[in-house]
């Protein structure tokens, strides 16, 4: 029999324990699954905020994040009052009435580089950090050695890794009935999602993400370029990479009517 492994920091049962329950998507965003893989330790660290900067957790960028477009989908649906989900915002306040959406910025969130720089840093450690522990729950891969740089980079907070956000065009934009109630990362749902041995991309709510996950030098950044610009040319306009947290479309604007 195999140890019960950590996919974050590789370390076996008894020298670390799993007692509790590792919510993969944050469970205030909806999510409902947990990975089994992962320790209380790594588990405690992703929602503490002194892993980040003291200031808010890798969740809770993540959370801030997702939370406007989760909303904004919810609003757009005659929801369902039945919990799904809830979360303070700390940066915003989102306001749905008679399934008219509202955002209100509040002043903690700004727009000056170095914060913009340290929110979006967060963000993409947080998205790893589901990319990791759902690649291991949906297909049990995400224990091998080729996701070190993963690992460093979300879980040790070393290094840096380019996180590509891409632009939709009007109305290439297909979700699932439930999908803004549970949400679900896919990892191949579309044929627009590259899949490499070097690069893989992902949709969570709508958005559309791709990054490296293990090493790759700046030739493999280029094919990697080309192959999704082609691959992607009928659904979305080009690529941003991540520097700043509105980078992202989070309010979906494409759904403006
Ligand atoms: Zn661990």
Same mark, same amino acid.
């Given at each position: 029999?195999?140890?019960?492994?950590?996919i974050?920091? !590789?370390?076996s049962?008894?020298?670390?324990?799993?007692?509790?329950?590792?919510?993969?998507?944050?469970? +205030?965003?909806g999510g409902?699954?947990?990975?089994?893989? =992962?320790?209380?330790?790594?588990?405690?660290?992703?929602?503490?905020?002194n892993?980040?900067?003291g200031?808010? +957790?890798?969740?809770e960028?993540?959370?801030e994040?997702?939370?406007i *477009?989760r909303?904004?989908?919810l609003?757009?649906?005659?929801v369902?009052?039945?919990?799904?989900?809830?979360?303070?915002?700390k940066?915003?306040?989102?306001? =749905?009435?008679?399934?008219?959406y509202s955002? *209100?910025?509040k +002043? +903690?969130f700004?727009? /000056?580089?170095?914060?913009q720089?340290?929110?979006?840093?967060?963000?993409?450690?947080?998205?790893?950090? =589901?990319?990791?522990?759902?690649l291991n729950r949906?297909?049990?891969?995400g224990?091998e050695?080729?996701y070190?740089?993963?690992?460093?980079f979300?879980?040790?907070?070393?290094? $840096? !890794?380019p996180?590509?956000? #891409? $632009?939709?065009k009007?109305?290439?934009f297909?979700?699932? $009935?439930?999908?803004?109630e *549970?949400? #679900?990362?896919f990892?191949?749902r579309?044929k627009?999602?590259?899949k490499?041995?070097?690069?893989d991309?992902?949709?969570?709510l709508g958005h559309? #993400?791709?990054?490296p996950? *293990?090493? #790759?030098?700046?030739?493999?950044?280029?094919?990697y370029f080309?192959?999704t610009?082609k691959?992607k040319t /009928?659904?979305f306009?080009?690529? =941003?990479?991540i520097?700043k947290l509105t $980078?992202?479309? !989070?309010?979906?604007? !494409?759904?403006?009517d």
């Amino acid at each position: 029999m195999t140890l019960k492994k950590c996919i974050w920091c !590789l370390k076996s049962y008894p020298e670390i324990t799993f007692n509790k329950r590792a919510h993969t998507i944050p469970k +205030s965003l909806g999510g409902q699954n947990y990975n089994k893989n =992962v320790c209380d330790n790594c588990n405690e660290y992703f929602g503490n905020r002194n892993s980040h900067n003291g200031k808010y +957790s890798i969740e809770e960028a993540l959370k801030e994040t997702f939370i406007i *477009t989760r909303k904004r989908l919810l609003s757009s649906k005659q929801v369902i009052k039945r919990k799904v989900g809830r979360f303070k915002s700390k940066f915003f306040e989102v306001k =749905v009435k008679n399934g008219k959406y509202s955002l *209100t910025i509040k +002043s +903690s969130f700004r727009f /000056e580089k170095g914060f913009q720089n340290e929110l979006a840093r967060a963000f993409k450690r947080g998205l790893y950090k =589901v990319y990791l522990e759902e690649l291991n729950r949906q297909k049990g891969m995400g224990q091998e050695e080729k996701y070190n740089i993963i690992r460093d980079f979300a879980r040790y907070d070393i290094g $840096d !890794l380019p996180v590509f956000y #891409f $632009d939709r065009k009007i109305g290439a934009f297909i979700m699932f $009935d439930r999908e803004s109630e *549970t949400p #679900f990362l896919f990892f191949d749902r579309m044929k627009y999602l590259i899949k490499s041995e070097k690069f893989d991309e992902i949709e969570f709510l709508g958005h559309v #993400f791709g990054f490296p996950v *293990t090493q #790759f030098n700046q030739k493999d950044l280029e094919i990697y370029f080309k192959e999704t610009k082609k691959l992607k040319t /009928e659904f979305f306009r080009g690529f =941003v990479k991540i520097e700043k947290l509105t $980078d992202i479309d !989070l309010t979906l604007s !494409l759904m403006n009517d």
